[in-house]
């Protein structure tokens, strides 16, 4: 297999120190950007163990992937087209989607692609790229890891991708550095949520 380098296409507005991938640090961000806190996001230590899977919560609304990048992914993430063919930041199809415009900040925008389809913020794309108050409450979160944290500017290997039901069709993929939001074909029932069966069987 040969290796490849993917150059990136994505330009960004400004940088952010990459979140830490803990439940603890994550909510905290949530909150502060007025979130309620009958909502919350909890690891899934396995998607495979029953047993494990029963201790969580339910239902689950959202389900927030942290995958390792590779030459494959970026490849993938800048060749696939959103099946929703959006280019700006919408409401399509009933799902909300954000194109990333902050570097680093994949962590904050698949907590807004989780939050923003059950809590919509119509204020949020200019609060994402104009807000001193984002930048505070977001660097204040990003420092309470358990790890030192990189320079804002640093390139790093994770990616946040959040996984979410669209009300009135398929589990839609969204992630902020892709074309747009796409549809897996993947149907819940009525009774089933994001860590259900179908849910998790999904090929990322």
């Not at 979140?19 to 949530?30: F, R, W, Y």
């Not at 490849?75 to 570097?103: C, L, N, P, S, Y």
């Not at 001193?132 to 990616?159: C, F, M, Q, W």
Request: overall charge negative; glycine content about 4%; charged content about 25%.
């Amino acid at each position: 297999m040969v290796n490849t380098t993917i150059t990136a296409t994505q330009s960004y507005a400004k940088c952010f120190i990459p979140l830490e991938s803990d439940p603890s640090v994550l909510n905290d961000l949530m909150y502060d950007l007025g979130v309620s806190t009958t909502l919350a996001l909890v690891d899934v230590v396995s998607i495979e163990d029953p047993t494990l899977l029963g201790v969580i919560s339910r239902p689950a609304l959202a389900l927030i992937l942290v995958l390792p990048t590779s030459d494959e992914y970026e490849e993938h993430r800048q060749t696939i087209k959103g099946t929703f063919e959006v280019a700006e930041d919408t409401r399509a199809g009933e799902v909300f989607w954000f194109r990333q415009t902050i570097d680093n900040a994949c962590g904050l925008y698949a907590i807004l692609h989780a939050i923003c389809n059950f809590e919509t913020k119509d204020y949020i794309k200019a609060f994402l790229n104009d807000s001193p108050d984002l930048e505070t409450i977001y660097r204040k979160a990003a420092v309470r890891g358990s790890t030192s944290p990189p320079p804002p500017e640093d390139e790093v290997n994770l990616h946040y991708v959040c996984f979410l039901r669209s009300p009135n069709g398929p589990i839609c993929e969204m992630d902020g550095d892709a074309n747009g939001p796409v549809k897996t074909g993947i149907l819940l029932k009525q009774n089933e949520d994001m860590l259900d069966a179908p849910a998790l069987e999904y090929e990322f």
